[in-house]
């Protein structure tokens, strides 16, 4: 929860449960209030009436968490998620590079504090232990393996049925558990209990499933003496993207995005920045894409005093399995080809220049589509509805957006145009189809007030004594207040 | 038959390559309508550029016009590419993707590129036209484009048929200058046979063929799309209306022999 809610408020998270909207995760405020997770949210709001309610969001508190792990990269490159909520770092080794225990966790809180975020931390010998000290340990900690002791069995995190059971036992604390002899506890309660155990104590080690980190992909190359051709600049920059390809190829990886920067003796820098449709690890072509790139600059590369240093940088990639090498010709060739034309053209004249499209659900016509670039890859197939059979194309092959003005004599009140003019050209019109209805979604307005949507559009596909074939609508109907007025939207083929 | 009584355009230097029949393998892209494909001893040549001409208010039929032929030549499996420039953008509306499908077009195939100006747009229709992945190309040119001359031309039909990629440039608004196109065509609308209620029906366009490299001109033919089988089709074969007398291919033929 960000913003202005102070810490002490009732908040809650709920999700839909059994058809019930309960409480799924709580804040300090609302657990010292009286709630518990599983409430029923009407129960809840009967309890405490002024709960500050929104919907939980796993999915997106997993995003959040993976973003502050990889943030977390600056203490230790040994990172893991731990559930929902928890980030375990393992920071042996590290912990002199940051000033200690203390410092670091002062750096996290400072950090997250500005996010608006709390922070809970607890430092132990392991996983498990500094998970539940996180949880449930009360106040600073001087001895971890006697504060562990004397966590509830909850820390365990055996689950509800298992704490009854050791609750009913005697046990209270892992230090009960912990004290008693493992074969005993393994026979009530199961292996999972000892193996718990075991590992909160330490005895045993348990598996973290870091996220990976790499060191990006940056290639540099320094010159002994500034070099005041840009010809030879670029070789050695063909030469750093080979040396690149290889290392993608280690990684099963390919670029879609190369960076390059010239530094000149001067301090002066120029970034060129490329990219691809797909991943790839064809040396040759992405340099024949940065030169197009050079060839299109406004103020072309000047070395001034030389150049002293390159350094390519891929910004994106994505992963590209072993390459079988084909044979001349074939599909697959030819589909590559398309690809690299697709890049060569975003390339020189811009990503949005060459573009694709995906269809929309929506019933407003212009709606319908969405254009996006073309280097983004390929579509979903499909959504694009035919006329039926028999029946003539029902939408144009081009629209106007937005629509155009056109003046209409027609019949009142909800009468077929007769005559449009239109770029100040007269049309009688000779057949027509319509009305087809298109009304707003009027879920879609502002203010959720139906009656204040948009108006309601009366499309008309008419023909005038030519051939020529129009998408007219009536936008509005007589008697609302407004006078509707007319639009042409599109032309048929 | 010789070729330069026939073709009033000076004889560029590259034209016994182009007048070569079409390659094996190259079928010719056949319309689907048989009148026309017998006119052009079997449809229009594939991997060439033909143009077709337009007046402003006849612009969509155009467009449409390609976007038919584009598909016939395409089959609809490969991608398909249309340049456009700018001002076709702003005149004539954007392409609209359901209107595209209802021609029994795949917009998921199609790759749409808009330019500032003629000298992008040619530049990228000649980059294009080199990639044999693409099942078609079109080129939407609105205004006289002084840039496309004859080299252009002969550069862009050069690399068609290198490549094998067939090109329609669509001319609204322009004056023929002489090209090294295979074919030129003039495109207009044309009533179309009504359906029930005198509802609008299948778009019907006439098309008249301008300039042939490899044959005699001037004929006329009137045309319907049937999106269903993908094919024109002759309008008079589908309704009980019969295609007004001047318009029968035989008499158009009659007036150009």
New interface residues.
């Given amino acids: 929860m960000r913003g202005a809610v102070p810490p002490e408020a009732p908040v809650a998270l709920v999700t839909k449960l059994r058809g019930m909207m309960r409480l799924a995760v709580l804040g300090p405020g609302a657990v010292a209030a009286g709630l518990r997770p599983g409430m029923a949210l009407t129960d809840a709001q009967g309890l405490v009436p002024e709960l500050l309610v929104s919907d939980h969001d796993p999915a997106g508190d997993r995003t959040t968490l993976e973003r502050l792990a990889d943030g977390c990269l600056r203490y230790t490159p040994h990172v893991a998620v731990e559930g929902t909520e928890a980030l375990l770092l393992d920071l042996t080794g590290c912990l002199h590079l940051h000033g200690g225990e203390e410092a670091v966790v002062a750096d996290i809180e400072r950090r997250l504090g500005r996010m608006g975020l709390g922070v809970r931390a607890a430092f132990a010998y392991g996983p498990e232990a500094a998970l539940a000290l996180a949880r449930f340990g009360r106040g600073p900690v001087t001895d971890e393996r006697a504060a562990v002791m004397t966590l509830p069995i909850a820390a365990l995190a055996l689950g509800q049925e298992s704490d009854t059971a050791l609750a009913r036992a005697g046990l209270t604390t892992v230090g009960d558990v912990a004290r008693r002899p493992q074969a005993g506890i393994a026979a009530r309660f199961g292996e999972a209990a000892v193996r718990a155990v075991r590992r909160m104590t330490g005895e045993v080690d348990s598996p973290l499933a870091f996220r990976p980190s790499e060191e990006p992909l940056i290639f540099d190359r320094r010159f002994a003496e500034p070099i005041a051709r840009t010809d030879f600049a670029l070789e050695r920059l063909e030469e750093l993207l080979t040396g690149a390809m290889v290392a993608l190829e280690a990684r099963k990886l390919g670029g879609r995005r190369f960076e390059a920067i010239v530094f000149r003796t001067d301090g002066a820098a120029r970034r060129l920045a490329v990219a691809t449709g797909t991943a790839t690890r064809d040396g040759a072509m992405v340099m024949r894409l940065f030169r197009e790139r050079i060839e299109t600059l406004d103020d072309p590369l000047d070395p001034g005093f030389g150049y002293d240093m390159l350094r390519l940088t891929i910004t994106a990639h994505d992963p590209l399995g072993a390459q079988q090498m084909l044979l001349e010709g074939g599909e697959a060739e030819e589909e590559r080809e398309v690809d690299a034309l697709i890049d060569r053209l975003s390339t020189r004249f811009g990503a949005r220049t060459i573009q694709r499209f995906r269809s929309q659900d929506s019933y407003i016509p212009e709606l319908v589509q969405e254009a996006f670039p073309a280097i983004d890859g390929p579509p979903p197939s499909g959504g694009w509805t035919m006329p039926p059979a028999g029946s003539p194309p029902l939408r144009p092959l081009t629209l106007f957006d937005p629509p155009r003005r056109i003046e209409v004599l027609a019949e009142v009140p909800d009468g077929p145009p007769h005559r449009f003019r239109w770029a100040g050209r007269l049309y009688e019109v000779s057949r027509f189809e319509g009305p087809e209805r298109i009304a707003s979604e009027w879920w879609r307005a502002r203010s959720g007030d139906p009656s204040r949507a948009a108006p309601t559009r009366d499309y008309y596909r008419v023909e005038d004594g030519t051939g020529l074939r129009f998408w007219l609508f009536r936008h509005g109907l007589y008697g609302t207040g407004r006078e509707p007025v007319w639009y042409l939207h599109g032309l048929f083929a | 038959m010789v070729e330069s009584r026939i073709i009033p355009f000076p004889r560029p230097v590259a034209a016994d390559r182009m007048a070569q029949p079409a390659l094996a393998g190259h079928r010719p892209v056949t319309t689907g309508h048989g009148d026309l494909d017998a006119g052009l001893h079997g449809g229009l040549a594939r991997g060439r550029l033909h143009e077709l001409f337009a007046a402003s208010?006849?612009?969509?039929?155009a467009?449409?016009?390609a976007?038919?032929l584009a598909i016939r030549a395409n089959g609809g499996a490969?991608?398909f590419?249309w340049l456009r420039n700018e001002r076709a953008e702003r005149e004539?509306?954007?392409?609209?993707?359901?209107?595209?499908?209802?021609?029994?077009g795949?917009?998921?195939k199609?790759?749409?590129?808009?330019?500032r100006d003629d000298q992008?747009l040619l530049r990228?229709a000649l980059?294009?036209a080199r990639?044999?992945?693409?099942g078609a190309l079109v080129v939407e040119s609105w205004g006289q484009a002084p840039l496309y001359t004859l080299t252009m031309s002969r550069r862009l039909a050069l690399a068609a048929e290198k490549s094998g990629v067939t090109l329609f440039l669509i001319r609204i608004d322009a004056e023929p200058v002489p090209s090294a196109a295979a074919t030129r065509w003039s495109v207009?609308?044309?009533?179309?046979l009504?359906?029930a209620?005198?509802?609008?029906?299948?778009?019907?366009?006439e098309i008249e063929l301008l300039r042939r490299r490899n044959g005699p001109a001037g004929m006329r033919w009137r045309m319907e799309?049937n999106?269903?089988e993908r094919r024109f089709r002759e309008p008079a074969l589908a309704g009980p209306v019969a295609a007004p007398v001047e318009y029968r291919a035989g008499d158009a033929r009659r007036r150009s022999a």
């Avoid at chain 2, 199609?110 to 330019?115: G, I």
């Avoid at chain 2, 990639?131 to 693409?134: E, F, N, P, V």
């Avoid at chain 2, 207009?188 to 179309?192: F, Q």
């Fill in positions: 208010g006849h612009a969509s039929q467009a449409g016009c976007a038919m490969a991608p590419l004539g509306g954007r392409l609209y993707m359901p209107g595209l499908a209802a021609l029994g795949t917009p998921e199609l790759l749409l590129a808009t330019f992008s990228a980059e294009a990639c044999r992945g693409l207009r609308a044309a009533p179309s009504p359906m209620a005198n509802a609008p029906g299948h778009g019907v366009m799309w999106h269903e």
